[in-house]
């Protein structure tokens, strides 16, 4: 056994080799993730490993043998990761780390619903995404009991465009008192379906992991091929990934704040923001023909490149739109009854939001500053990085309100790294991957860190895989949000922080 | 002053929607490629280069028969027309892929090279939606893509209302229901009951891989290989998203709007809309 008292040190986009990772027994493994985390550490990735390698990697709760439990923590302010793992355990329960530190939560839930281990004392046990015949497997709510109170019920089907999930409101008269988000309606087998790739299909299923994050997800993949291959993409498809990962910001990010404004009432920006999320589409699509960036980053580099005279018609329409947004967002700011709507609303306050785990724009709202872009820097984001964008308040006005800095760094790290390309190829051919591996690769996804992490096996294959959306540590937040506040502003809380439920699920 | 600012800018930025379907269509990105045309007849004996390239399986060759392409599969990536040595596969840039059948979307064999684009609903049908179309969206393991495209054609430039078209928040107001993703098993009962709350006649619509085939999740236990396993399809628009103006197009197409319109593209880039 490893006699390390600390966990080992990895950078973003990097390996190890799966027997320099320090274990401890799973009692002891947990007091030093809990150590870790208590000293501004923060929970990235907690999953399970079943052993020995040859047996199913997630054979649900039946027939499971002994695992070993991983941990990846982020030390943000010392720009440092670190990992760790449990010696393989068989019995079915450990005690939970849950109780010593909130932020893993829902991964203890998670490893408790594909192994069958007990975190024991976890509070709140039961499945993450599990289904028991052709519903999730949600099993009892969380009820508030009193004469007043009434419980509201909304999902899995929506009333809007929107992906499937239930929630479930404990309110008194309009106040709620509890949110509980139960989702899982999403589940498409991404990550079994990873165990002994890579596969044919599984670059197409990393691009639509969550649709809307397909660069994020997509580099964060092909990231984790090339730490294992011991190499890098050629520079220019790193700035090609930096470019095509700040479009996807653009848009979506005034497509959400054109939702805000539509939910409540505000009219011109929500229409002019709904067809300039589409202009910021369409520069996906002017790099590599779809406006969400599918066939753009593959293992290896990218399969389009940004040409000059292409360069120069992508930095025209930049311009263009982004004097549109700019313009959407002035009317929005500038209505009075905008932010009488805005303010005070949904807060979650920062030592929540560090409780939780929070990531991305909503953790950036509650003034916490934590961006991979800076703290993690990994391809181009080495040579240049955009101001991290911070606001305190945590509420629907502060969310709002990174977003739109957000728009404005986006395109100012745009201008400058469109006009001073790279040289050189946009894609090599990738060694095999390592045996007996396990890499990290976080991408600052628009909604937060997309975090993956691939154990290999002997002959290189995935033996694990775990992959985190950013909305997977978010969903928390929007439950704390609405803590007391009047359930007609769901839809504005839910806007301020738009989560994807594929991507929870998987 | 907000007000004052507003029309001002209403005057100058003057109309944002798009003439089509009586002006030309907007044009795809110039790397998008459209519809794929496949002329088995062009392939080498025994060659297979485009089946092991392509993602999704979506392009299978039996042993002394062309090969078959099934588009409800396709991803649209590219990869089988640069692996094509015989340029058997090629892109047409034609925005229009609905179809109203599944093997209409199978192409390869003689006389179907090209896909046989859906023909509109009969007139009884016609007659009873009248001039409008209800739909319900449900996304049943949709990534959030379809979703978006589908969403943006009731913005300011596509404007769906226009031709009576709109989402609707309930089944019960709904003429039928508009379906994306693979239809999860975890959604397959939320589908169903979807579907049955839909007042009869209705329709059903399939937009993307995913939700006619599988698309990239083809073959997980953990869906239901498309929605036609649930509910019956009328109309199948390929695309991983499909681009909006295929969508539009299949939406127009199913309930007759395109009959003597113009059918041909804008010239690259003359036509932008978000």
Redesign the interface.
């Known amino acids: 056994m490893n006699a390390a008292e600390t966990l080992a040190p990895i950078a973003n986009a990097t390996s190890i080799p799966w027997t320099e990772v320090p274990e401890w027994p799973v009692v002891d493994f947990v007091r030093v993730v809990a150590d870790a985390l208590a000293h501004n550490g923060r929970l990235c990735s907690w999953f399970g490993i079943a052993e020995p390698a040859t047996g199913p990697a997630l054979s649900g709760v039946e027939g499971a043998g002994a695992i070993r439990l991983v941990a990846v923590v982020a030390f943000d302010a010392e720009n440092t990761l670190a990992v760790g793992r449990s010696t393989p355990f068989s019995e079915k329960k450990y005690p939970a780390l849950t109780l010593l530190s909130h932020q893993a939560h829902l991964f203890e839930r998670e490893v408790w619903e594909q192994y069958g281990v007990e975190p024991e004392g976890h509070p709140w046990l039961k499945p993450v995404r599990r289904t028991a015949g052709n519903a999730p497997a949600n099993g009892e709510f969380f009820r508030v009991d009193g004469g007043e109170i009434h419980e509201v019920a909304v999902g899995p089907v929506h009333a809007g465009v929107i992906e499937p999930g239930h929630f479930r409101f404990q309110c008194a008269g309009e106040e709620v008192i509890h949110l509980e988000i139960a989702l899982g309606y999403q589940h498409r087998g991404i990550e079994e379906a990873l165990a002994g790739g890579p596969h044919r299909a599984t670059m197409a299923q990393m691009e639509t992991a969550s649709g809307d994050t397909t660069i994020g997800h997509s580099t964060a993949y092909a990231t984790i091929l090339e730490a294992l291959a011991g190499t890098e993409a050629p520079l220019r498809a790193q700035w090609l990934r930096a470019i095509a990962l700040e479009l996807e910001r653009l848009a979506c990010h005034t497509g959400d704040l054109g939702a805000l404004a539509g939910d409540v009432a505000f009219l011109p920006t929500a229409s002019a923001c709904g067809k300039i999320r589409g202009d910021f589409l369409n520069l996906t699509a002017l790099l590599c023909g779809n406006r969400f960036g599918r066939g753009l980053v593959r293992p290896g580099g990218c399969r389009h490149d940004l040409e000059p005279e292409r360069a120069k018609t992508m930095l025209a329409r930049l311009e263009t739109h982004l004097a549109d947004a700019e313009q959407a967002a002035t009317w929005l700011w500038d209505a009075a009854s905008v932010r009488a709507r805005f303010e005070n609303v949904g807060c979650v306050f920062p030592q929540q939001a560090a409780e939780v785990g929070l990531v991305g724009p909503a953790a950036r709202a509650s003034g916490l500053v934590r961006d991979v872009r800076y703290d993690h820097p990994a391809g181009w984001h080495r040579f240049a990085q955009a101001p991290v964008a911070v606001w305190s308040g945590g509420d629907v006005l502060a969310r709002a309100r990174v977003r739109w800095l957000e728009i404005q760094r986006s395109g100012q790290f745009l201008r400058e790294q469109i006009a001073t390309p790279p040289e050189g190829g946009i894609r090599d051919e990738l060694a095999p991957a390592a045996p007996d591996t396990l890499a990290v690769a976080l991408v600052e996804g628009w909604r937060g860190e997309v975090c993956h992490v691939a154990l290999t096996d002997a002959d290189g294959r995935f033996r694990r895989y775990k992959g985190t959306d950013p909305s997977f540590h978010n969903w928390t937040g929007l439950a704390l949000a609405l803590r007391n506040q009047a359930i007609s502003d769901f839809p504005i809380n839910n806007k301020s922080f738009n989560l994807s439920y594929c991507g929870f699920d998987l | 002053m907000?007000v004052l600012?507003?029309i001002t800018?209403r005057l100058k930025a003057g109309c944002?929607t798009m003439t089509y379907p009586d002006g030309p269509a907007p044009a795809l990105?110039?790397?998008?490629?459209g519809a794929l045309r496949v002329d088995g007849a062009k392939c080498a004996e025994g060659c297979t280069a485009c089946v092991s390239v392509?993602?999704?399986?979506a392009i299978a060759r039996e042993a002394g028969k062309p090969v078959a392409l099934d588009l409800g599969r396709c991803?649209?990536?590219?990869e089988c027309v640069a692996a094509c040595p015989s340029k058997a596969i090629i892109q047409t840039r034609d925005h229009r892929l609905a179809v109203r059948r599944r093997e209409d979307l199978v192409l390869g064999a003689p006389g179907q090279e090209e896909l046989r684009l859906g023909a509109a609903l009969d007139a009884q049908m016609k007659k009873l939606l009248g001039r409008s179309l209800r739909l319900r969206?449900?996304?049943?393991?949709?990534?959030?893509?379809?979703?978006?495209?589908?969403?943006?054609l009731?913005?300011?430039?596509w404007d769906l209302g226009r031709f009576g078209i709109q989402?609707v928040?309930?089944?019960r107001h709904a003429d039928g229901l508009l379906i994306t993703?693979?239809v999860?098993?975890?959604?397959?009962?939320?589908l169903k009951k979807?579907w049955d709350a839909v007042p009869g006649p209705k329709i059903a619509i399939a937009v993307g891989a995913?939700a006619i085939s599988g698309?990239?999740?083809?073959g997980?236990?953990?869906?239901c290989q498309g929605a036609d396993s649930v509910v019956p399809i009328d109309l199948y628009i390929p695309g991983?998203?499909p681009?909006?103006i295929t969508i539009l197009d299949g939406l127009l197409r199913i309930i007759g709007r395109l009959e003597g319109k113009p059918a041909g593209d804008a010239p690259a880039g003359k036509v932008?809309?978000?």
Do not use: W
């Open positions: 907000f600012d507003t800018h944002a990105p110039d790397r998008h490629g392509c993602p999704t399986e991803l649209f990536c590219g969206q449900v996304s049943a393991g949709g990534c959030g893509a379809c979703e978006a495209d589908i969403n943006v009731g913005t300011i430039g989402y928040a309930s089944p993703g693979p999860t098993k975890a959604m397959e009962l939320a979807t995913c698309g990239p999740f083809v997980h236990a953990e869906t991983c998203p681009h909006p932008t809309a978000g």
